[in-house]
């Protein structure tokens, strides 16, 4: 465990609802700019970080990321800070960059030049790292990848055919393309390993959905997102998810804790509960879920899953139809365990594994907020 900061430590985070008249302040604005600085923390696409010293306030930094012609780049667009502060700040940005699939960094401000030369720099996080960091950082940009080919490739009107798995294929092959050179055997939904199968059973290999929720892609039907879940001795230990619908990024890698949009992400008790995609008249009975408020169906698995990793649903469960496979959880699953959720096969009352072997294996799932609330709910379905 790592020791806490000291007093003279300067640590970043996410700036939050809180931080509104602090930053206000360090704009030189009043009261008439809180909604602006609202509205900036919930753009998915948009960062704020602000810098600490202990409890005082040491800066702060905003960027946003786009695409340019050439590659996607994160544009900081405000930094105040003191000297020691703009250090953090920007080694926090560049983390922030490589999951938001940007290659450079570019300083906008007049705020002294971030940067010594031209303007900008490469996102370091994941260049010559640790698979995991490196994986992150290629899932982020493969992301991306795919929400372009998507933008592309769906009809503007009419229906394509959910059997028709031409969309779902293209965005395989662009985002396998952009794993690919990771090294790491890769597992997708539509078409098994793409390419060699690990030779040994503890090797590492990626689990990868590039469109959950195909049919809500090709009708409008938000969420849909890509899922992938690095997994080393069976165990997925690191993951990304991306809502292509709406920007929103879920992710953890080891030691890192699970994360939403920049947010640490942490679970609550008491709210939705999820269930997978099902068919008319199916929908099982639920004697366990009298604490829950209400039920969704929102038809993107991975998606309901980072929900209950990061509190915006209280529980997700799939004990009928066993439709959930590593493909669909096992990035979610790593988010999930390292939010402080509970995810338990329901076969097994354990957290789920994922054996390279049996990469098509269906999983009885249930996550919830906490042990108690997901042994109450087998229960309540009788298993």
């Known amino acids: 465990m790592s020791a806490a900061p000291s007093e003279e430590t300067v640590t970043v985070r996410a700036a939050g609802p809180d931080d509104a008249e602090l930053l206000l302040d360090a704009l030189g604005a009043d009261a008439s700019g809180v909604e602006r600085v609202h509205v900036d923390m919930g753009i998915p696409w948009q960062r704020t970080l602000v810098a600490e010293r202990g409890r005082a306030h040491r800066g702060h930094l905003q960027m946003l990321a786009r695409p340019t012609a050439a590659r996607w780049q994160a544009e900081i667009v405000e930094l105040h800070a003191d000297e020691a502060a703009v250090s953090a700040l920007l080694a926090a ?42 994986f992150l950082r290629a899932a982020a940009r493969a992301a991306n990848a795919v929400s372009a080919t998507i933008a592309r490739g769906r009809p503007t ?26 090294g790491v055997p890769i597992f997708s939904e539509e078409s098994g390993w793409l390419g060699a199968a690990p030779r040994a059973p503890r090797e590492a290999w990626i689990s990868l959905d590039p469109i959950d929720g195909t049919r809500n892609c090709l009708r409008g039907y938000a969420p849909w997102a890509l899922s992938a879940g690095l997994i080393d001795d069976g165990r997925a230990v690191a993951g990304l998810v991306v809502d292509l619908s709406s920007g929103r990024r879920w992710w953890t890698a080891p030691g890192a804790g699970a994360h939403v949009d920049g947010r640490p992400a942490r679970p609550c008790a008491g709210g939705l509960l999820v269930l997978p995609s099902t068919a008319p008249g199916a929908v099982p009975a639920l004697g366990g879920a009298a604490g829950l408020a209400r039920l969704r169906i929102a038809g993107a698995t991975a998606v309901d899953l980072c929900r209950v990793a990061d509190g915006s649903a209280t529980a997700f469960l799939d004990v009928h139809r066993a439709i959930s496979q590593a493909h669909d959880i096992a990035a979610a699953v790593a988010i999930l365990d390292a939010a402080g959720a509970t995810i338990l096969d329901a076969d097994t009352r354990e957290r789920p594994r994922f054996d390279a072997a049996d990469p098509s294996r269906h999983y ?20």
């Open 157 to 182: 009107s009419g229906l394509l055919d959910p059997a028709d798995k031409g969309l779902d294929l293209l965005a395989e092959q662009v985002a396998g393309g952009i794993l690919a050179p990771l």
């Open 93 to 134: 940005a560049d983390v922030e960059a490589a999951l938001l699939g940007a290659a450079a960094l570019v300083d906008r401000t007049t705020a002294g030049a971030a940067f010594d030369v031209g303007g900008e720099r490469p996102v370091r996080f994941g260049a010559d790292g640790s698979l995991p960091q490196r």
């Open 364 to 383: 009885h799932l249930v996550a919830a907020a906490t042990r108690h609330e997901a042994e109450e709910l087998l229960e309540g379905v009788g298993r």
